[in-house]
């Protein structure tokens, strides 16, 4: 199991953008996909974007395409998401994960059946 370590989280203003970064201390991030879910309060676990190791695509849920980019620097072994125009909704505790595939259901939502998961991080968006 890879041990995950997510940073990048805070306060910022609807509108604004934050970068969360995703690491893996001891192990290689090059070698799975990787994916970042979100929770917020009340809510179950959301799939947002996904990175297919084998393919290099990147998946997103429909609310933030044209906001959100996954992307992956193979020499700082980090997997990032840049999120920009943030808005109130987007606040949740976000997580990394990361497993052989990206999972989809039948509808194309990002499954949550990843072995491997970060301990999150908070992202609040509020004025």
């Known amino acids: 199991q890879v041990q995950l370590v997510e940073s990048g989280g805070g306060l910022v203003q609807p509108g604004g953008s934050l970068r969360l970064s995703c690491t893996a201390p001891?192990?290689?991030?090059?070698?799975?996909?990787v994916a970042w879910f979100r929770q917020a309060p009340g809510k179950e676990r959301e799939g947002v974007s996904c990175?297919?190791?084998?393919?290099?695509?990147?998946y997103y849920v429909d609310s933030v395409k044209g906001r959100f980019t996954i992307s992956r620097d193979s020499a700082k072994n980090t997997v990032y998401l840049q999120m920009n125009s943030l808005q109130p909704e987007d606040t949740a505790v976000y997580y990394c994960?990361?497993?052989?595939?990206?999972?989809?259901?039948?509808?194309?939502?990002?499954?949550?059946?990843?072995?491997?998961w970060g301990q999150g991080t908070q992202v609040t968006v509020s004025s």
């Open positions: 001891g192990f290689t991030l090059d070698s799975y996909s």
């Open positions: 990175l297919s190791r084998t393919s290099g695509n990147k």
């Open positions: 994960a990361a497993d052989s595939l990206c999972y989809f259901s039948d509808l194309g939502s990002i499954l949550d059946d990843f072995h491997s």
